[in-house]
């Protein structure tokens, strides 16, 4: 069994409840997957977890990109990302429009100049279910929202050696860092 490492960007519980719903809704309407991942939007894989200075680095790496946007992250439509844990399946859910992506790639943030990341995602998906290549998602059911606060953590994440294919896991988010408060600059 394979155990997958990423760090992630977890909104706070409060966004993350509008997304809740809205996996309800997917699995209510047959996508199986809806909760086969956690709450959260998937930055990068990498071999060994983040230690706590560098989770502090790139939650003070993000909160600098989100002040392009008056500090607020906010969801976008809706779209897929590949997951290389998903045997041929997605992440699937609100992009994330962190203001500088279509800028800076993020494998140039200082934080994830690492030798512990594997990668990073082109994108960045608030994951509301893992779909397979042929699932369609029609219907929108989810408003946009924005958010402030959020954390970066470590998510371990392993197969189940029983229940459904490729959907079942076992995962653990870490104690992970804040995004540093946002401060309201003054005109």
Request: proline residues 7%.
């Amino acid at each position: 069994m394979n155990t997958h490492k990423f760090i992630v960007l977890v909104p706070h519980r409060d966004s993350r409840l509008l997304l809740e719903d809205y996996r309800r809704k997917l699995f209510a309407a047959g996508f199986n997957g809806a909760y086969a991942f956690p709450t959260v939007a998937p930055l990068a894989l990498v071999k060994k977890p983040f230690e706590k200075d560098e989770l502090k680095a790139l939650a003070k790496e993000i909160r600098q990109i989100s002040l392009l946007n008056d500090g607020k992250i906010s969801t976008g439509e809706l779209s897929s990302l590949q997951a290389e844990i998903f045997n041929g399946a997605s992440f699937f859910g609100p992009l994330l429009d962190l203001p500088s992506l279509d800028k800076i790639p993020w494998d140039i943030i200082p934080g994830f100049i690492n030798d512990k990341v594997l990668f990073t995602f082109p994108g960045v998906v608030l994951c509301a279910a893992a779909l397979n290549v042929r699932d369609v998602c029609v219907g929108s059911w989810l408003e946009p929202f924005s958010f402030r606060a959020a954390m970066v953590t470590n998510l371990i994440i392993r197969p189940l050696k029983t229940g459904a294919e490729p959907f079942s896991f076992k995962w653990r988010l870490e104690e992970g860092c804040w995004l540093p408060k946002y401060e309201r600059k003054e005109k």
